[in-house]
Nanobody, 124 residues
Framework: QVQLVESGGGLVQAGGSLRLSCAAS????????MYWFRQAPGKEREFVAA????????YYADSVKGRFTISRDNTKNTVYLQMNSLKPEDTAVYYC?????????????????WGKGTLVTVSS
């Protein structure tokens, strides 16, 4: 069993930055690919970024490529999402997720574990 807890959300002006963290319980963190998804009001949950088990490979949605960076620290059981040049359309609840299959760009269904999310609001 893996428990995921996100933090770092908040209100920021357009053009600003935030760093989200997702802390995982358990001793098997490095066996999971880690993901960030987001869900804006009235929209479906969508893929944002993914990182392989050892942090070697990353994937990004086109909408965040060049602005967001996913990373992980397996010694701290934590995955991060550095978000720069934020836009109002980045406003959403951001969720981290874990899955034992190799990291890839994928839909949210079928993920083994989810956090409860953290709200990011970007004002114009």
């Amino acid at each position: 069993q893996v428990q995921l807890v996100e933090s770092g959300g908040g209100l920021v002006q357009a053009g600003g930055s935030l760093r989200l963290s997702c802390a995982a319980s358990g001793r098997t963190f490095s066996t999971y690919a880690m993901y960030w998804f987001r869900q804006a009001p009235g929209k479906e949950r969508e893929f944002v970024a993914a990182i392989s088990r050892l942090g070697v490979t990353t994937y990004y949605a086109d909408s965040v490529k060049g602005r967001f960076t996913i990373s992980r620290d397996n010694t701290k059981n934590t995955v991060y999402l550095q978000m720069n040049s934020l836009k109002p359309e980045d406003t959403a609840v951001y969720y981290c997720a874990a899955d034992p299959l190799p990291a890839t760009m994928r839909q949210p269904r079928g993920m083994d574990y989810w956090g409860k999310g953290t709200l990011v609001t970007v004002s114009s």
